[in-house]
Nanobody, 121 residues
Framework: QVQLVESGGGLVQAGGSLRLSCAASGSIFLFNAMGWARQAPGKERELVAAITSRGSTNYASSAKGRFTISRDNAKNMVYLQMNSLKPEDTAVYYC???????????????WGQGTQVTVSS
């Protein structure tokens, strides 16, 4: 079992920044990747960034150049630094842990409860 707890969401103006944090506990060692996904009302959940245990990162095209994912393996933490935020970034952001095969997209196995990010125009 894995438990994931997100924090750091909130309300920010367009162009601003937010840093999301996720504390992981449990059998993290069974998985090789952590990531962040988001889900806006009426839309499917979208994986925006992932990072392997070795530090290899992947980003959705919507996040490239603006979002940075990082992790602290010693603390079982993963972070998402979001800059130049846009109103279309408004969503519930979920932390995830899972497997990322070589050359493929991360496959989440566990999700956190989510944290709301709202970007005002």
């Amino acid at each position: 079992q894995v438990q994931l707890v997100e924090s750091g969401g909130g309300l920010v103006q367009a162009g601003g920044s937010l840093r999301l944090s996720c504390a992981a506990s449990g059998s993290i060692f069974l998985f090789n990747a952590m990531g962040w996904a988001r889900q806006a009302p009426g839309k499917e959940r979208e994986l925006v960034a992932a990072i392997t245990s070795r530090g290899s990162t992947n980003y959705a095209s919507s996040a490239k150049g603006r979002f940075t994912i990082s992790r602290d393996n010693a603390k079982n933490m993963v972070y998402l630094q979001m800059n130049s935020l846009k109103p279309e970034d408004t969503a519930v952001y979920y932390c995830a842990v899972g497997h990322q095969p070589v050359g493929a997209t991360m496959r989440p196995a566990y999700w956190g409860q989510g944290t709301q990010v709202t970007v005002s125009s």
